[in-house]
């Protein structure tokens, strides 16, 4: 008879540990990403960066995350990222975006809404909009294209 395997050391069982909080917190960021820019490239959105296609990434990122985590997440994210709007207009667009897109995401039904409405969002969007609950991005002259 063979003996039986000797259980894995604590310090295993720990790496092991590790590794799987890892993979998870990588897992979430792949699934936004995932999920944004398959919506994103198949917008047909001019102004990857600073124009309707920044506000529609940006607006839809923040409801992916607030629909699925919570709209304190994408607090946070804006704050650390973002400087909370700080700094030029076009931190100052991508936080004015993504709390609108926290609004809708904590607020949609279902998934499909909350596509809808952030689209709709940004349909109705214009440049330099004030209003908290009108997408923005900025005048053409500073669009860029780019994919982030």
Do not use: K
Request: glycine share 6%; aromatic share 8%.
């Amino acid at each position: 008879m063979s003996a039986a395997p000797a259980p894995p050391s604590r310090r295993r069982r720990w790496r092991r540990r590790v590794l799987a909080a890892l993979v998870l917190l990588g897992a979430y960021p792949a699934f936004v990403l995932i999920a944004v820019y398959s919506q994103w490239f198949a917008a047909g959105l001019p102004g990857g960066r600073n124009g309707p296609a920044d506000a529609y990434r940006h607006s839809l990122a923040s409801a992916v995350v607030a629909y699925t985590s919570s709209p304190r997440c994408v607090d946070w994210v804006t704050a650390v990222m973002e400087r909370d709007g700080a700094g030029n207009p076009s931190r100052a667009m991508d936080a004015h975006n993504n709390r609108i897109g926290a609004r809708i995401g904590a607020a949609a039904a279902t998934w499909t809404a909350m596509q809808r409405e952030v689209r709709a969002a940004v349909d109705h969007g214009a440049i330099d909009a004030r209003s908290p609950e009108q997408i923005t991005w900025l005048a053409p002259a500073a669009w860029q294209d780019r994919l982030y």
